[in-house]
Every structure is written in C-alpha cells, then in structure tokens.
C-alpha cells in the first residue's frame, strides 16, 4: 500500500474539550467535564476544524486521536459505555458531549481493545 493510500484509509476516534470548560472545572475541583467523543476518516485536525470554523470564540484542546481499525465501532462502544455511566451531557448540540476526562476515554478504549485477538494468517 502506498503511503497516500494509508494516509486515505486511516480511521480515527478522537476527543477534544473547549479551554473554559477546562479552566471552570479546574477552578470547582471537578474531574469531569464536557469533551467532544468523535469519529474521523480524515485527519482529526480537519474534521475538528469543520465543526468549529468560526463559531466558537477559542480553539478546542484535542485531548485524544486513536487511530483505529473501525473508528465508527470504536466510537459507537465508548459512547454506549459513557451513556451507560449516565455521563452524557442531554441539551447539547448534537449527541457526542459527555461529561468525562482523557484518562476515561482512554481507559475505555484500551479496555475495548484489549479483547481483540489478531489471529496470524
């Protein structure tokens, strides 16, 4: 394969939070706050771009880019888990805001992960 092609066919889950958000949190000595969980078929820094243009008065902090075999899946079983843990933020705008950190989605997604076999050919 060639590496425009890899480049092409790379899949990724990826989630970023907005700095106020961050610093309020900080400020209650909270652990959570809300993070955007996302799924990307081109760069995270593309697809982030496209959602924010010029709505939002600061730049997003990326605080996460998995690159992942199946992103959409991947994408689909941390937010089950999230939701499942009631940690999704309802009223937001579109459905992927929960209330979590880095180290938990991180911590899901190895947990995913960590159950897949790769069986040599």
Known sequence: ????????????????????YGALAQHQGA???PHKIG??????????ASQVGTALPEHPVVVLAHEAE??????????????????????APGSEWFST??????A???WCIAGVRVTPA
């Open 70 to 91: 199946d992103a959409a899946l991947l994408e689909a079983a941390v937010h089950s888990i999230l939701e499942l843990r009631g940690q999704r933020i309802s009223g």
């Open 31 to 33: 652990t959570v706050w």
């Open 1 to 20: 394969m060639e590496p425009s092609d890899e480049a092409a066919s790379a899949q990724f889950v990826y989630a970023y939070y907005l700095p106020a």
């Open 101 to 106: 950190n880095a180290d938990e989605v991180r």
């Open 39 to 48: 799924m990307t078929t081109v760069s995270v820094k593309d697809r982030i």
């Open 108 to 110: 899901i997604i190895d």
